[in-house]
């Protein structure tokens, strides 16, 4: 299985064997539960579904209920499909998954909700420069020219503007499996997660691969250029 659901709990950092600190985001990686299994013959492909941290009945639809019940398991806030691979196909109704289908030094996409920022110009939005701020300029924080003139005679879709920032899907790859504590089913991830703490997250294997971990540390090439060989050379190395 690649896929699991978690939560973000937060950022710390850990230190490596030789002593450096390496930030990482903790990460509540399941148990997740199998609520429903999706069949190429009954279905037309294979997936199954994941329930993820348990809730109450009470506020449940009818229809949300039956689901639950038909399946045999309890209620769960978050109901995620992921595809089902062919090594995976004795999954069923019931079965459990937990943080133990990662390993150390593993690559994972975490897709998370980003933080809303609410209304926002192009100077936070997009990084926009903004005008000259001495001299009565009066540019200061604006977009500019929007550039259509006569014609199109509008402004043209996908234009960098103001407007809604954040608050979107939002996918980091390739984020570096430091850690593992399955009692407590953590996962120790180099780098940001997307979102606030304690926001809902999927995790997968990397859809890029492994590109090396902590044991594989990037090879030093030096570089043919005669003129940096000769400034080595002056240096003694």
């Known amino acids: 299985m690649e896929f699991l659901l978690g939560r973000k709990i937060g950022m710390t950092q850990v230190f490596s064997p030789d002593g450096g ?19 190429e013959e009954n279905d037309g492909y294979a997936a199954v579904q994941l329930g993820y941290m348990p809730r109450k009945e009470k506020g449940l639809s009818k229809a949300a209920l039956g689901h639950f019940q038909k399946a045999g398991t309890q209620p769960f806030r978050y109901l995620r499909e992921v595809p089902l691979e062919e090594e995976d196909a004795d999954l069923e109704a019931g079965s459990l998954i937990d943080v133990t289908i990662f390993d150390r030094g593993d690559r994972l996409d975490v897709t998370g ?8 110009g192009v100077v936070k939005r997009h990084g926009f420069g903004g005008g000259p701020a001495s001299h009565g300029g009066m540019f200061d924080r604006l977009p500019g020219a929007m550039g ?14 103001p407007g809604q920032m954040g608050n979107e899907k939002v996918t980091t790859q390739g984020l570096l499996v430091v850690d593992i504590i399955p009692e ?18 999927v995790l997968r ?9 902590l044991e594989k540390p990037k090879e030093q090439s030096r570089s043919l250029n ?12």
């Open 21 to 39: 600190a390496i930030s990482v985001t903790v990460v509540e990686a399941g148990p997740c539960t199998v609520v429903q299994r999706k069949t």
């Open 113 to 120: 909700t980003s933080k809303g920022r609410g209304f926002a």
């Open 148 to 161: 259509a003139s006569a014609y199109p005679s509008k402004i043209i879709k996908g234009k960098k503007m």
């Open 184 to 201: 407590e089913n953590l996962l120790m991830l180099r780098g940001a997660v997307p979102g606030a703490n304690n926001g809902f997250v």
């Open 205 to 213: 294997k990397s859809v890029k691969g492994n590109r090396g971990g």
């Open 226 to 237: 005669p003129l940096k060989a000769s400034k080595r050379a002056a240096r003694g190395s």
